[in-house]
């Protein structure tokens, strides 16, 4: 049976068989159990999820460590409703917030997340994201900092309805990210609509860095704001996105201050 989990703070060690334990070590809660429901908790430390279908609801995540809520080797875990971020925004910032560990997991939901002082605020690249607030990230030196980063591939992902701003001149707010031809190309199936998106050095990166081939990258509706540089990112609103690809679109993105179209290139 599923099991639930809830009402505990302070990281308190589950029942033997449980299916969340708290490993005081690493400071981790981690869940074992297929079905587990986590809501209501409070956690001062990092989230494992480590079974499928399981749902976080209404949790609250405060760590500075590498990670805020890891997934490792699931399918149809639900992360909603729920606050994951940095002890502040320097040196207690979280490394990533949410991340797929290991590029495995599948069948992801996040929605109505709100996320700060973070170095990667989520890093997947399959499922769906939508209706999640990303903002404040954290900073130290030699940062790279991604309000989305997807690790390439052809999965199929939709971001949609979320609220992202990197008020740094870098990263990016969203990147397709394949790099040079290798182990994340091709980059295909990734649909990006109706977000609100501003800052970073280009506020979307489009996968094709490097020459990295990409198909089916559908980017629309989108509205870039201007709330930290003119031209949305530092240098534009988008890079490497490769308009000949096939079923690759730009179409109905628009500046939110005037509501003019944002072009491609």
Request: no cysteine.
């Amino acid at each position: 049976m599923p099991g639930t989990v809830s009402r505990t703070t302070n990281n308190q060690a589950a029942p033997v068989n449980s299916p969340a334990s708290y490993n005081a070590t690493t400071n981790t809660v981690v869940v074992t159990g297929n079905g587990t429901v986590l809501s209501g908790l409070s956690i001062s430390g990092t989230l494992q999820v480590s079974a499928s279908n399981v749902t976080v609801n209404n949790v609250q995540v405060t760590t500075g460590g590498n990670f805020g809520i890891s997934l490792t080797h699931t399918v149809g875990v639900t992360i909603q409703n729920s606050t994951i971020s940095g002890l502040n925004s320097t040196t207690g910032r979280v490394g990533s917030a949410i991340d797929d560990v290991y590029g495995d997991s599948t069948g992801m939901t996040l929605k109505y997340n709100n996320i700060s002082n973070f170095k990667t605020a989520i890093q997947i690249s399959t499922g769906l994201v939508d209706s999640n607030y990303i903002h404040d990230p954290g900073y130290m030196a030699g940062d790279h900092t991604n309000g989305f980063y997807v690790n390439g591939g052809t999965q199929p992902l939709t971001i949609q309805n979320n609220t992202i701003f990197d008020p740094l001149g870098q990263t990016d707010a969203i990147n397709l990210d394949a790099g040079t031809p290798g182990p994340g190309a091709p980059v295909a199936n990734k649909t990006i609509k109706n977000n609100l998106l501003a800052g970073g050095s280009y506020t979307i990166y489009g996968g094709a860095a490097g020459g990295s081939p990409t198909t089916n990258i559908v980017i629309t509706g989108n509205q870039f704001g201007q709330n930290y540089f003119p031209k949305s990112g530092q240098y534009g609103p988008v890079a490497y996105f490769d308009p000949t690809g096939a079923g690759n679109t730009w179409s109905g993105n628009t500046w939110d201050t005037t509501g003019q179209a944002v072009a491609s290139s």
